[in-house]
């Protein structure tokens, strides 16, 4: 007879998962107000997946130099397709500019680097992505265990069934990629039409995009990065990972540090810390500290920038 011998640790991490899933049925319930038998049959079904963990412990922006980050964004191929994208929807990427100040660019960088102007939107099932976070990744298990009650909120409020939603491995939902806060947060009706749908309204998407840079401070008409040449004694002092500026314009041109610029000497400043060989240093003004809002990495923040104008480059 063969004995199936089962590793107490994989015994332990099952009981814990049970427990962490109780505990998550009991609150949605008592503080949230939702169906007991729903909540129940959603989180029966929700799946534990540890290729999860894998990807979110080794995400490209904390493995790859710029160069190689670079590589994957910005190629021939997606600012071709940016640049069809760009004119089958110029009166709503106009309209969204106009309306939030946000330019035409970064909104198709986004959409560019994001999900490839809606091409790649994820394939995991959202609710399955956030019950493994929640129960198998401590590090930022209360930041996941929030986006998983919004994910309720967000089902019962656009009438979508739960698990139905499909996204990144860490959650994020449908073009314009916002994890469930960021949708119930700064997603809007792009069309009136009293839904918001981001996984295919393009009105909604680009208005929510624009949106959503907007409330989280973008100042219309106003730099976002400048090039600039530094020795090695200037990289070493000023530049920084930090993404909120630490410096001023002001202060860096007291230290010989020269860049073009439309702001004001007291405006914030940062230089920007590439990892890897690159050959160009970069000034970012508070607008650029804006697009890393949305995803909080200096070289996503680029690239978004690159993309976007070279998408606008081949039209004009």
């Known amino acids: 007879m063969i004995q199936l011998i089962i590793c107490p640790s994989v015994l332990q991490a099952k009981e814990s998962n049970e427990a962490i899933k109780l505990e998550l049925i009991k609150e949605l319930v008592t503080d949230h107000g939702f169906d007991e038998q729903y909540i129940t049959a959603v989180f029966e079904k929700a799946t534990y997946l540890p290729k999860i963990i894998n990807l979110i412990s080794k995400p490209a922006e904390k493995t790859k130099t710029w160069n190689e980050y670079r590589r994957i964004f910005v190629t021939p191929a997606r600012i071709a397709a940016g640049v069809i994208f760009a004119k089958q929807h110029e009166q709503l990427l106009l309209k969204a500019a106009q309306e939030t100040g946000v330019p035409v660019d970064i909104i198709l960088g986004i959409l560019g680097v994001e999900t490839y102007f809606g091409r790649i939107q994820g394939n995991f099932k959202v609710i399955d992505s956030l019950y493994t976070l929640v129960t198998g990744y401590p590090p930022r298990s209360a930041f996941f265990k929030e986006q998983l009650i919004n994910l309720f909120y967000l089902a019962r ?160």
């Open 157 to 316: 409020e656009q009438g979508i069934a739960i698990e139905e939603i499909k996204g990144s491995y860490a959650g994020a939902m449908g073009a314009s990629q916002f994890i469930p806060s960021s949708y119930r947060a700064y997603a809007v009706d792009g069309d009136n039409d009293s839904m918001i749908d981001l996984f295919e309204n393009w009105s909604d998407i680009i208005m929510s995009i624009a949106n959503y840079l907007q409330q989280n401070g973008w100042r219309r008409n106003e730099n976002i990065i400048s090039q600039t040449s530094l020795d090695d004694e200037q990289l070493k002092t000023f530049a920084s990972k930090t993404l909120k500026p630490q410096y001023t314009i002001e202060t860096l041109n007291d230290n010989g540090i020269t860049f073009e610029s439309n702001l004001n000497e007291d405006s914030p400043a940062q230089v920007i810390l590439l990892e890897g060989d690159s050959e160009k240093n970069y000034v970012g003004f508070h607008n650029f500290y804006v697009i890393t809002t949305y995803n909080r990495n200096v070289m996503y923040a680029l690239s978004v920038i690159e993309v976007g104008r070279s998408i606008q480059s081949k039209i004009q």
